[in-house]
């Protein structure tokens, strides 16, 4: 694996570990990864005595959010309930739009995740993370627009593309590396992603464990994915990485149906990496792939897992296509649920899984549908095996395929599901009590054209101000090539009302190519859009967008302090009203510098590298810009420490 760190603060240099100007760049370059080993180890000794007050104080008015999985959380709602930036009152042309874009080596099939105060190179920062088909992970700082490169990227290799078999159809139409969505544990301290790479002419997956905030592999990572019967390049990991418990799981799909593969879902120990089961939904037979549109399984409050399986074979005692299924956190079938038509839907490749699982959370049920267009809801605590008579319900809620749902408790509407199906409109049904009221209780006026529909996600503040944000390709079918995408934003409370999408304003706000099946990530007052970018293959970006300037930036942080602890110098200020990130300037005689921006705490920490007087200013920003300089503050470094030689 190689790993690139890219910068320390503004710089945009791609290939180095640490820049500075005008100064002793090999002295500061030793000095800085020492920093970077032994940052953790250091804040514990110096966070007590000089910065502990200053770095918990937060620097927004409320808790951040973190996205560390698909759809959100673990139920697959696609909401985030914590929105208390964005409203229906600010999301529209004039205040809402594009802030950056990152361009990345090649397409984004995964759903960008969200880690708020990472302690990178001296201070805090929050960190969007993306990965790429090219096997490729970039972490990028989420909110400073100048921070043109990324803290770190890493590349684990050759990827296996279309070419290496006959697969006999572009549902994937260039390399197949990163597919699924990566998982980050609740500690924060492991982002976990599979790798799909070609070396010497042989085909290999493997799972990382990577450290958020270096990119650097953690120990006992990788290790390489291994089940019998499993092929390297035919299973497609398709459904994004969830964690369990204190365990990792990985599901499998197919590459065009291409035979032999099988639906396998593989745990392994969180931490040790080692394997600890395998599940195959179809052993002695083929298919009935985990494929779910890149949708994650559910795990409910117990550990129980929930997913649904498309084509392929089935039996009802070991193998098991187009059926609802229910393990243990041991990955043992509990419970499984098969429609009446199954033998029909394999038939005709109409999966039952293109819109995978989404519990309803407080309720003792789960929700799913396929190509077909029928939304079956399930009990829980009974799936009642074949047949849909065992169902709660079922019936055709859309004309064609469902390839995402969000659930959202909304305090004017009730309960309610949102979906946006192939070739059809969007609609809302309301859940009252445990059933759905079969007649949409919102409806939007145009049909999309083609393949896949719209990939969903909703915020709100609780059960009010809700957003349906709507990724979907802007014309013709992306089914086998790349088209433009645009994304929507509607009322939740009344999806008839559009508050803002991505085309009223182009020359702003396009992010080019739709990124197939890749909801939006929208936390702390921005959405990070994964695109295709501007060609058919090969290229990708990362667009985020939020509110634009509209009032004033925010003053000027003030009681900055700064003083030398050992071989550090420490950097600490007040937090200023409304400040969403903090820049540091250091200068020695006529050399400035930018030491750190996007910080999101309050402080910082970098190495007393250079001998002589050295002056740091702050400057506060938000959406609206950054403030004028803060009172400089000087400290003097006498005496350079040496570098410590690691035998």
């Known amino acids: 694996m190689n790993v690139t760190s890219c910068r320390n603060a503004k710089d945009t240099h791609l290939e180095s570990t640490v820049h500075t100007n005008n100064i002793s760049r090999r002295l500061r370059k030793e000095v800085l990864e020492r920093t970077l080993m032994t940052f953790r180890k250091l804040s514990r000794r110096i966070v007590p005595n000089v910065l502990f007050s200053a770095f918990l104080l937060p620097a927004v008015a409320f808790a951040q959010v973190d996205v560390l999985t698909q759809h959100n959380d673990s139920a697959r709602t696609g909401a985030n309930l914590s929105e208390r930036v964005l409203t229906p009152a600010n999301v529209n042309k004039q205040h809402f739009g594009m802030l950056f874009k990152r361009v990345v080596d090649d397409q984004l099939y995964t759903q960008p995740l969200l880690l708020t105060k990472v302690r990178i190179g001296g201070g805090w920062h929050d960190v969007v993370y993306v990965t790429t088909v090219n096997n490729s992970v970039y972490a990028f700082d989420a909110h400073d627009a100048t921070a043109l490169a990324p803290f770190w990227h890493v590349n684990f290799g050759t990827p296996a593309n279309l070419h290496d078999a006959d697969f006999g159809c572009l549902d994937i139409n260039g390399n197949m590396g990163i597919i699924g969505t990566p998982v ?33 592999d953690l120990p006992n990572s990788p290790t390489v994915i291994e089940a019998p019967g499993f092929d390297p390049l035919l299973q497609n990991q398709r459904p994004a990485l969830f964690l369990a418990g204190r365990d990792i799981y990985i599901g499998y799909a197919s ?34 792939s985990i494929w779910q549109s890149g949708q994650a399984p559910a795990v409910d409050d117990k550990g129980n ?27 043992n079938l509990l419970d499984w649920f098969t429609s009446t038509n199954h033998f029909d839907l394999d038939k ?15 309720k003792h049920l789960v929700v799913g549908g396929g190509k077909e267009g029928v939304l079956y809801l399930l009990n829980t605590d009974s799936f009642g095996h074949l047949g849909d008579e065992n169902a709660v319900q079922h019936f055709q809620v ?49 049909i999309n054209q ?16 809700g957003i349906l944000w709507a990724a979907i390709h802007a014309s013709g079918d992306s089914w086998h090539e790349s088209r433009p995408g645009v994304l929507h934003a509607y009322d939740a409370d009344n999806i ?72 550090y110098v420490s950097v600490t200020w007040t937090p200023a009203p409304g400040a969403e990130t903090y820049t540091v300037v250091s200068t020695q005689g006529l050399n400035s510098q930018t030491v750190a921006s996007g910080l999101t705490v309050p402080g910082f920490i970098e190495p007393a590298a250079i ?24 400290v003097a470094i006498k005496q350079v420490p040496t570098p410590r030689i690691m035998h």
């Open 184 to 216: 980050i544990n609740a500690e924060k301290n492991t982002l976990y992603v599979v790798s799909l790479t070609k070396a010497n002419g042989k085909f290999e997956q493997r799972l990382h464990a990577l450290d958020p905030a270096t990119g650097a």
């Open 611 to 634: 001998k002589g007087m050295t002056e740091y200013t702050v400057t506060a920003s938000n959406a609206n810009g950054q403030s004028a300089p803060s009172e400089p503050v000087r």
């Open 496 to 567: 008839s009302h559009e508050l803002w999408n991505s085309l009223q304003n182009p020359e702003r706000d396009d992010c080019n190519n739709y990124s197939k099946m890749a909801p939006p990530t929208v936390a702390n007052g921005k959405v990070y859009l994964a695109s295709f970018g501007k060609e058919n293959i090969g290229t990708g970006q990362l667009c985020v967008y939020g509110l634009l300037p509209s009032g004033s930036p925010p003053d000027a942080p003030v009681n900055v302090h700064a003083s030398i602890n050992g071989r």
């Open 305 to 331: 897992i929930y997913f649904v399986t498309g084509n392929g074979s089935w039996n009802g005692t070991t193998q098991f296509s187009e059926s609802f299924m229910k393990l243990d956190a041991h990955m």
């Open 450 to 465: 083609g393949h896949p529909g719209a990939m969903l996600s909703l915020s709100a503040n609780g059960d009010k101000d």
């Open 398 to 446: 859309t004309r064609s395929h469902m390839h995402s749902v969000v659930y959202w408790k909304s305090a004017k509407r009730g309960y309610l599901l949102y979906l946006w199906g192939q070739r059809d409109q969007a609609r809302v049904y309301r859940l009252e009590g445990d059933k759905i009221d079969e007649t949409p209780v919102m409806i939007r006026p145009e």
């Open 348 to 362: 005709h490749d109409l999966d039952l899984d293109s819109a995978g699982a989404t519990l309803i959370p407080a």
């Open 255 to 288: 590459h065009c149906d291409k035979e032999p593969y099988h639906g396998y879902l593989l745990g392994y120990d969180a931490t040790s990496l080692a394997q600890v089961g395998v599940f195959n939904t179809s052993p002695g037979g083929d298919g009935a």
